[in-house]
């Protein structure tokens, strides 16, 4: 028997589900289309009917390179079941290989620390670390780095995060990253044996029989340094050419080879044009075996690969041989790059090892490709590698960090550049780590991809449970019940729910008692068969019918009161049903799931009711009311088909318009629209039709949450309806006035501007005013800067009234806007023992450390933004400090877990580490406070969603640097007023003024990047 995700998808077509949401083309047997997950004009998004999967991915053209165990490999040779390079260092099997063709934007970029070109698709995804640069004067075009020595009063290389982006969306000096591999792998000896690949044969003078084995020592890896640079190999014997002036290195190499193999070696000095010593020693098996484990031809030579992970200082010695055999020092002045050591090869594969075991070294070695050329005597030169380091110095630009226990060597963008391209274009899937080196940078593999079920989740971002949900209706598959003790609390409130749901349906359609609701719905003009698709019901007028009926079904009373289908009662213990005699109208996630009721009273009982004619359920695990808009689980397909979603006010509103078959339409259930409605409609469309009452302009863009869809640049417009109709009302009475009312819509600013004139004399110095404090605050609310500029010139043409005092008033106005709100801090009484009142930053320093101790998965990202001195207090300070520091070490012994494992803080373990760290003394200063603060997460914050509390930090992180900042430009005002008083003093202490000045400037800029 199929389990039901199973026989969801034998019954689905992965192409119509996925026809609902974006529009599918033919290609061949496949499918594809533009991604709805990226910005694209080239499809890149594949479905494939056959295999029931779909793919979106962004892709480097044919010739690119990727990094492999023994080197750099064009990406369109690697095949599936071959190892690459991954993101971490680590070796991992390609599990899948990508051909597609492409037309459009290509990506061309260069670092500082290597001159290749690198071209991949706009989309495809990079690792990278946005940087900032450095504020001091004279290195502004420096960046600001973990190396720097300048004290500057903020270090902004703390908030240095590795991000995932788009290769469109990098900017010139942003980080790349190149992972170091700090694997060693000490090889004692090499097995000559398997290098060995040819019959014996006595093709020398005279053979001696090699040893199967060899030590790994100093003198062998001195040889094949001097091998790589200066050896070649003949069928019947290995040659090292070298200049005449080699003699010492000369004998040296003839020592290596008779101490080694016990080896004579013969040299002779050529004359003539090609001069210079030939040192020869004759071995037929000797010459295969170095030709297999170093490389044949110069373009070949490489470093044994069994010999890739040697301790760094045993490499070292390597690329010692290969230097002095093959390399350059600089004598020049210091100036001029003196002690500069270089290589040059035309071995790309050596160049590559090379740069890796400088890294290895702790250097920063430049890579410089030249391509083939004929010089001006006719010589052909092939491509050619030189790599160049300083052993005393480090680079001004890049830097090294390690993250997660890997060690990366950061590049900065030299060089971005953006062209047309036309052709094939390849792409990896890599097993576990999604990730690979693209020549000398690591990328993301091939993006999103999966079956029906992540589709849909990635589409309607929802959980698998969810999307189950969602698709077995599609299937016609029923989801039975399984034992509650095996579901999540999440389900098991969606259950509730779901048969709430349904008892109110019932009574609504039996109950003698519901008679009254019924004849309402039908005067309001509801037919029966819109009642029963939108699920509308009837809750009894009674203390627990429902509450029974749930409690008679296997649920318990916590649950219900979780579901927000009860309250507590006030003077007894128990629960009540929070809904009685009302209307139920279902609230539905965009999925269809039904997560909550808005609950009307019968007219008759209006006078009467105390708590509103509507009451919906609270905020609970499946309701959030922020993200919920009425309609929209049936409105969501009509809104992408028309390109457009109508809002209205109220449940009915947006009943009568779909049951006169205007079917993109959603209410607000008269609340303010909200920041994640937004994003949720916009997902479907990007235009937003408002039927509300906009008579008061700027007071109601800011009530109906309309500010933030002109701040997420919507293009909004108002429909006019009729004074004193509403939609309801409106499309019953004229339902074609009401379609031509849609055509006619106008842009919300030009309807705002229509209704402010239509009543004010811009001619009349107070009506401009009045016009200037409507219009302003709802022009400076706009998102799109053209159009800010547009309507900014407008009002000052119709009032007449100079721009520049337009714009002045309007970055005023934006201030206030930008200004952070501070999170609301729950009241709490007030300790007995605390005698000294707290300030607003030490309270809310406390309040941080209690949701870091709640959420410890938000430690990184305040760790990366607050700095331990910017806490308020210092028990609070040590906490922190002390807090980043055991979460770092409890992040490097979970190493290997999956990427969404969220880490916890286990408080007594945290508390007896802590002790650990401390003298008795001081336990008694932080055990009270950690104490107090673990039962305030408790108190305030124990029912706060993962986003809930993810808000609260951002805000409060935010505040406290802020503060911190403010306070210290405070203090360099007092001390540079001081120093301006003091005329005694003033010349002497010019160069502490020029500092304290240059430090007031910087603050107060990070002042304004903070939003103040």
Not at 258 to 268: A, D, H, P, R, V
Not at 371 to 397: C, M, P
Not at 561 to 569: H, P, T
Not at 881 to 908: C, H, M, W
């Amino acid at each position: 028997m199929l389990n039901p995700s199973d026989e969801i998808k034998s019954k689905l077509d992965i192409v119509e589900v996925i026809r609902e949401y974006i529009q599918l083309k033919a290609a061949g047997i496949n499918f594809r289309a533009t991604c709805p997950f990226h910005q694209e004009k080239t499809p890149s998004f594949m479905v494939s009917p056959e295999k029931q999967i779909w793919h979106c991915f962004g892709c480097f053209p044919k010739g690119s390179l990727i990094k492999t165990a023994t080197g750099l490999i064009p990406i369109e040779k690697a095949r599936r079941g071959d190892y690459i390079i991954s993101a971490g260092g680590r070796k991992k099997k390609i599990n899948l290989t990508m051909r597609r063709d492409y037309q459009g934007t290509m990506i061309s970029l260069r670092t500082r620390k290597n001159n290749e070109i690198v071209n991949l698709t706009a989309d495809h995804r990079v690792f990278a670390i946005k940087t900032v640069n450095c504020k001091q004067k004279s290195r502004r075009t420096r960046l600001c780095q973990s190396r720097c020595k300048q004290n500057c009063p903020t270090k902004y290389y703390h908030n240095y995060k590795i991000i995932e982006v788009a290769a469109n969306k990098l900017k010139i000096n942003d980080y790349l990253l190149y992972p170091i591999v700090k694997k060693i792998n000490d090889n004692k000896i090499i097995n000559l044996k398997k290098y060995l690949k040819r019959e014996e044969n006595n093709y020398g003078p005279r053979i001696r029989k090699l040893p199967e084995k060899i030590k790994v020592s100093n003198k062998l890896l001195k040889l094949l340094g001097y091998y790589i640079t200066e050896g070649s190999n003949h069928r019947a014997y290995i040659r090292f050419s070298l200049s005449a002036e080699e003699t010492d290195l000369a004998e040296e190499i003839k020592q290596l080879i008779k101490g080694i193999f016990n080896f004579s070696t013969g040299l002779y000095l050529r004359r003539g044009d090609k001069s210079g010593l030939e040192l020869t020693c004759y071995n037929s098996n000797l010459s295969n075996i170095f030709e297999n484990l170093c490389g044949k031809g110069a373009v070949n030579k490489h470093i044994p690969f069994e010999l890739n992970y040697l301790s760094p200082a045993k490499q070292k010695i390597i690329v010692g041989a290969i230097l002095r055999g093959d390399g350059y020092i600089s004598k020049g002045s210091r100036k001029g790059r003196a002690g500069e050591r270089q290589i040059t090869t035309v071995s790309r594969v050596l160049a590559e090892q090379i740069k890796d075991i400088l890294l290895r070294l702790g250097q920063q070695p430049g890579l410089t490709q030249e391509n083939a050329k004929v010089d001006r005597t006719g010589v052909r030169h092939q491509d050619s590698f030189t790599i160049r380091w300083r052993e005393d110095l480090r680079g001004n630009y890049s830097d090294f960090l390690v993250h997660k226990n890997i060690r990366y060597w950061l590049l900065p963008v030299r060089e971005l550049k953006r062209k047309k391209f036309k052709g094939e274009v390849y792409n990896l899937n890599i097993a576990q780590d999604h990730s690979y080196i693209a020549n000398h940078f690591a990328v993301s593999n091939c993006g999103k991809g999966g079956d029906v079920f992540s589709f849909v989740m990635e589409m309607e971002g929802i959980s698998f449970v969810e999307a189950l949900r969602l698709l077995a209706q599609k299937a016609g598959v029923v989801l039975k019940k399984v034992d509650p003790k095996l579901t999540s609390q999440r389900n098991r409130l969606l259950d509730i729910v779901e048969l709430a749901e349904k008892y109110f349906q019932q009574t609504l359609r039996e109950r003698s008692e519901a008679a009254a609701a019924r004849k309402y719905l039908q005067d309001r003009g509801l037919t029966e068969e819109t009642i029963n698709n939108w699920q509308v019901g009837y809750s009894l007028a009674s203390w627990d019918s429902l509450l029974n009926f749930l409690k008679n079904r296997g649920f318990n009373e916590n649950e219900i009161f979780l579901a927000g289908l009860s309250v507590k009662k006030e003077k007894t213990p128990g629960f009540i049903d929070r809904f009685r005699g009302r209307i139920m109208f279902p609230l539905k996630d965009a999925s269809g799931n039904t997560v909550g009721f808005s609950a009307r009273v019968l007219p008759e009982r209006e006078a009467e009711e105390k708590l509103g004619k509507y009451i919906n359920t609270p905020q609970t695990m499946i309701y959030d009311k922020s993200k919920v808009l009425f309609g929209l689980d049936k409105a969501r397909m009509p809104i992408k088909k028309e390109d457009r979603a109508v809002l209205v006010e109220g449940q009915m509103d947006a009943l009568t318009a779909h049951q006169h078959g205007f079917t993109n339409v959603v209410a607000s259930s008269g609340t303010a629209l909200t920041t994640d409605q937004i994003g949720i409609l916009k997902r479907y469309s990007p235009n937003l039709f408002l039927a509300f009452d906009m008579d008061q302009a700027g007071d109601l863009a800011a009530e109906r949450g309309i500010a933030q869809a002109m701040q997420a640049e919507m293009n909004i417009k108002v429909i006019a309806i009729p004074q004193g109709k509403d939609p309801d009302e409106f499309i019953k009475q004229n339902p074609e006035g009401w379609r031509e009312a849609i055509s006619c819509a106008k842009p919300v600013m030009q309807y705002y501007f229509d209704k402010t004139f239509a009543k004010l004399n811009p001619s009349q110095y107070d009506d401009k005013r009045q016009a200037v404090k409507i219009l302003l605050p709802v022009i400076a609310k706009l998102g799109n800067k053209i159009e800010q500029d547009h309507w900014l010139k407008k009002l000052s043409q119709i009032i007449d009234t100079s721009e520049a005092v337009l714009k002045e008033a309007l970055v005023e106005i934006a201030k206030k806007f930008k200004s952070l709100t501070p999170p609301k801090i729950a009241k709490r009484p007030v300790e007995e023992n605390q005698q000294i009142k707290q300030s607003r930053e030490e309270m809310l320093s406390e309040l941080l450390l209690a949701l870091l101790l709640k959420q410890p998965a938000q430690i990184e990202y305040v760790a990366n933004r607050v700095g331990p001195d910017e806490m308020a207090g210092e028990v609070s300070q040590f906490i922190y400090r002390n807090l980043i520091i055991y979460y770092n070490k409890a992040n490097e012994a979970i190493v290997g877990q999956p990427s969404d494992f969220i880490p916890t803080i286990d408080y007594q373990r945290f508390t007896n580490w802590l002790g650990e760290q401390t003298d008795q003394p001081q336990t008694s200063a932080w055990e009270g406070r950690l104490n107090r603060l673990v039962l305030l997460a408790d108190k305030d914050f124990y029912d706060y969603s993962f986003e809930q509390a993810k808000h609260e930090i951002i805000n409060i992180a935010a505040i406290l640097k802020k503060s911190y900042l403010s306070n210290r430009l405070r203090e360099i005002a007092r001390l540079i007023s001081q120093i301006e008083k003091d005329n005694t003093s003033r010349g002497d202490r010019q160069g502490e003024l020029k500092s304290l000045l240059e430090e007031f400037k910087t603050l107060t800029e990070e002042i304004k990047e903070t939003g103040e």
